[in-house]
């Protein structure tokens, strides 16, 4: 049995599922653990010695959580999602640094995408004389980074859709209201095995939608959401859930009493996270069981 570190962060450990596929086929098996859990037996100083001994020790508790390994078809679209979501960030950034330049010159526009527009036909106008040469340069090499970071993610929202056409079991999640292709097709990719929770619960806790427990003799004290786990899958399923509620307060939300009375008791954020908890749950049941998504009784009538 041969124990192995694996981090959801691709910057360490990231060839871990590659050296998992590899041991399993001379015949070992492999489990691959977070590092959180390994480091409470890892004595004092850190090295290869006491790492080799930490995950000996971790292994062989019985209450250990291990990772399954995800195949190359997985990685490969965790991949194209990490990309995506990289340009993303960049392209913001891009942004930013954009309007906080040209706001050194008086120039500013209103928040959003048409804010942003006319920016950029300043800049491509090149006939503000507020603008110094040598910061129009600047901002002319921002502008192309930014039409570039645009035209790539369009390029890879392609890819997920393609993909997302592709496998069944996202176009099965995709039915599930809040659920699109990207939000599907990074459950796919993100799960190796969703059998390995023993319930929606497990999964959505896995996720960081649950609330953090304080509790102490018998009393349970639940507070704020974990906020562990994947980050990225949580900020799709808040999303989704931001969407549906905004699709309900326009078309009514008569048809859905479990969410208007939530919508009456609480701010509108925190049912959102409250529904994102319920579709995370709802997601894993229709990956462990197979099944299509199903209507609550008060929406098929």
Not at 43 to 64: F, G, L, S
Not at 267 to 286: E, G, Q, S
């Amino acid at each position: 049995m041969l124990g192995a570190l694996d981090n959801p962060e691709p910057s360490t450990h990231a060839s871990s599922h590659h050296w998992a596929r590899e041991l399993a086929k001379l015949g070992h098996t492999v489990k691959l653990m977070p590092p959180a859990y390994v480091k409470p037996y890892l004595k004092r100083q850190k090295n290869d010695w006491t790492d080799a001994e930490a995950i000996c020790e971790a292994v062989q508790r019985p209450t250990m959580r291990f990772v399954p390994v995800k195949s190359p078809e997985q990685q490969a679209g965790l991949m194209l999602h990490r990309t995506r979501h990289l340009f993303i960030r960049q392209q913001t950034a891009v942004i930013n640094a954009t309007r906080a330049f040209l706001a050194e010159f008086g120039i500013v526009a209103p928040v959003g995408r048409n804010g942003l527009d006319e920016l950029l036909e300043i800049i491509d106008a090149g006939k503000d004389e507020r603008i110094p040469g040598v910061a129009r340069s600047c901002l002319m090499a921002l502008r192309i980074q930014l039409y570039a970071f645009k035209e790539q993610i369009r390029i890879l929202d392609r890819r997920i859709l393609g993909w997302h056409r592709t496998n069944e079991v996202a176009k099965r999640l995709e039915a599930l209201p809040g659920v699109g292709p990207v939000l599907a097709t990074a459950l796919v990719a993100s799960i190796a095995d969703p059998k390995v929770f023993r319930s929606g619960r497990d999964f959505s806790a896995w996720i960081g939608l649950v609330p953090k427990q304080n509790s102490s003799g018998g009393k349970e004290k639940l507070g704020n959401i974990t906020k562990q786990g994947d980050r990225y899958l949580r900020s799709l399923f808040c999303v989704g859930a931001l969407s549906v509620i905004r699709y309900a307060k326009i078309h009514g939300t008569k048809s859905r009493p479990w969410l208007s009375g939530l919508l009456e008791r609480r701010p509108t954020k925190v049912a959102a996270i409250a529904l994102a908890n319920k579709m995370a749950r709802m997601a894993w049941a229709m990956m462990v069981k197979g099944e299509a998504y199903k209507e609550p009784v008060a929406l098929a009538r």
